[in-house]
């Protein structure tokens, strides 16, 4: 079975790309790092290609290049684009827009012939803590990764019962897209004490619940926001 991931070179991408490969997925990797991507696949195997997924024509060549047969689509794209509200601009809320809803759109609709070929596919989407928790500094990301999850749920309702549609929320998580949080020591350890669990995740955490949303043994889930986030979401443990 081939799986699509986008953003296969972040950190999480990766890291779901090892998972999968573990579980004999074929692997289809999309990234814009060309030596990267070899590496990955080096590592992996399957399959890669390269792409902007804010370019509409390299997007569509990349995922067409997949095959006529895909189980799974993972469209693990994400920006952090901290600023109070007085300072963000009409281009940083275009920007995160494209890069995180309207990519995750075109994604699917380009994958759509191939994960209906499939019979039985499964979509993953990737959300943050900041859409159901909310943060200072987030209005830009949070609009954003809020219409991700609208998104999730308007095609887990539209391509049921043959695709399912779920959506991965992380909070923080050690990544090289994270680094100017987590690369501060005394700025990581404040964030992880604000987590139940007392730690940051790590991209192998993330990349466990998106590769089981992806996996036949979510075969009865559908149209879900799951969080994996330390239980920041939802849980206070100090009052």
């Known amino acids: 079975m081939t799986t699509i991931i986008i953003g296969a070179t972040g ?9 999968l490969a573990t579980a004999r997925h074929t692997i ?9 991507l070899g590496a990955l696949i080096a590592e992996t195997g399957g399959t890669h290609a390269v792409a902007d997924v804010t370019d509409r024509a390299q997007l569509e060549a990349a995922i ?15 920006s952090i684009n901290l600023k109070p509200v007085s300072r963000i601009t009409d281009e940083d809320v275009e920007r995160d827009f494209r890069l995180n809803a309207l990519g995750a759109l075109h994604a699917v609709q380009f994958a759509l012939p191939a994960l209906k070929a499939s019979g039985n596919a ?3 989407l990737f959300s943050t803590v900041a859409v159901a928790q909310g943060f200072a500094s987030h209005a830009s990301i949070g609009m954003a990764k809020g219409a991700v999850e609208g998104l999730m749920l308007s ?4 391509l049921a019962p043959k695709i399912r549609v779920n959506c991965v929320a992380p909070s ?4 090289p897209l994270a680094a100017a949080l987590t690369g501060n020591e005394q700025m990581a350890t404040a964030i992880a004490a604000l987590h139940p669990l007392q730690r940051l995740g790590e991209a192998d955490d993330v990349a466990a619940a998106a590769a089981f949303l992806l996996s036949p043994d979510a075969s009865w ?19």
């Open 11 to 19: 950190g999480i991408g990766s890291a779901l790309c090892r998972r």
């Open 28 to 36: 289809h990797a999309i990234g814009r790092d060309p030596a990267k």
């Open 64 to 78: 067409k290049a997949a095959g006529p047969t895909v189980s799974g689509l993972a469209y693990c794209v994400g």
């Open 122 to 124: 499964s979509v993953v």
């Open 155 to 158: 095609l887990a309702a539209e």
């Open 172 to 175: 923080l998580t050690k990544t």
């Open 221 to 239: 889930i559908t149209g879900q926001a799951i969080n994996v986030d330390g239980g920041r979401s939802s849980l206070r443990t100090k009052g």
